[in-house]
């Protein structure tokens, strides 16, 4: 019975809430991205969240802290993917309707994104999910796996601001 109760009482309040670490957190992720000049800016800015909540967060150093400051982060890049994702989908079509009286042929850019979007996505769980394992049983998959999806989703990002912007 006591081991239930203690079981329940850990599982009744998480040491912190992942929607508070983006309250506290992502606008630094979100001004840092905003005022970015350039890619290599931009580049800076992966990590820049969840690095200052593992620093500042009572239990950001553990396994299950350092793992939900990554998760967070991914989920303000997974924001800014979407975004970049929109935009970049419409600036193509503008595009594709603008060459597709001479050329129809080549007006297929927005086609050929909603594609390769759909595969990367597929392609970017795969090798999280293999980066989640290789690790085997330890507590370190944890960080591989969720590392690995910040990685992925930010660097995505920042490709797809570069398909619509070019290399600033």
Known sequence: MKRTVLVMSILATPLWAEESIVKRYGPLLTQCYAQAADTA????????????????????????????????????????????????????????????????????????????????????????????????????RQLTGTGCMLQMTAERTIELKQMREGEN
């Open 41 to 140: 800016a931009l580049k800076d800015c992966i990590g820049a969240m969840s690095g200052n909540c593992m620093a500042k967060e009572d239990q950001g150093e553990t396994t299950y802290g350092m793992a939900t400051c990554t998760s967070s982060e991914t989920e303000v890049w997974d924001g800014f993917l979407n975004n970049e994702y929109r935009q970049t989908m419409t600036y193509f079509k503008v595009q594709d309707m603008d060459e597709a009286e001479l050329f129809p042929e080549f007006a297929n850019r927005a086609n050929a994104l909603k594609k390769a979007q759909r595969a990367w996505l597929v392609y970017r769980d795969a090798a999280c999910d293999l980066e989640y394992a290789l690790p085997g049983a330890g507590s370190i």
